[in-house]
């Protein structure tokens, strides 16, 4: 059984920063990819920034220059450095991982995290 736990959300003033972690356990084989995505009320859920197995990064315009993606992969888990906040940016915030396991490669999410930027 593949669980993903984030943790490192809260509320910020617009400019600060947070670190998102989320961490992968169960029986890995590899993580092929994990992700970052983030969904305000009323709206779709959207990609924030991904990275590969390989160190290749992706990152959504709005979040350029402000977010890194980042990953431990000793501890199978990936991070997300968030700086110059913007009350934009409030959000449930949800990581994803690419896991190859016994049965496969599926995707996995963690179950969120709040993020709230005041202004």
């Known amino acids: 059984q593949v669980q993903l736990v984030e943790s490192g959300g809260g509320l910020v003033q617009a400019g600060g920063s947070l670190r998102l972690s989320c961490a992968a356990s169960?029986?890995?084989?590899?993580?092929?990819?994990m992700g970052w995505y983030r969904q305000a009320p009323g709206k779709q859920r959207d990609l924030v920034a991904t990275?590969?197995?390989?160190?290749?990064?992706n990152y959504a315009d709005s979040v350029k220059g402000r977010f890194t993606i980042s990953t431990d992969n000793a501890k199978n888990t990936v991070y997300l450095q968030m700086n110059s906040l913007k009350p934009e940016d409030t959000a449930v915030y949800y990581c994803?991982?690419?896991?190859?396991?016994?049965?496969?490669?599926?995707?996995?999410w963690g179950q969120g995290t709040q993020v709230t930027v005041s202004s």
């Open positions: 994803n991982a690419d896991i190859a396991g016994w049965a496969g490669e599926y995707g996995y």
């Open positions: 169960g029986i890995i084989f590899s993580i092929h990819a």
């Open positions: 990275i590969t197995s390989g160190g290749s990064t």
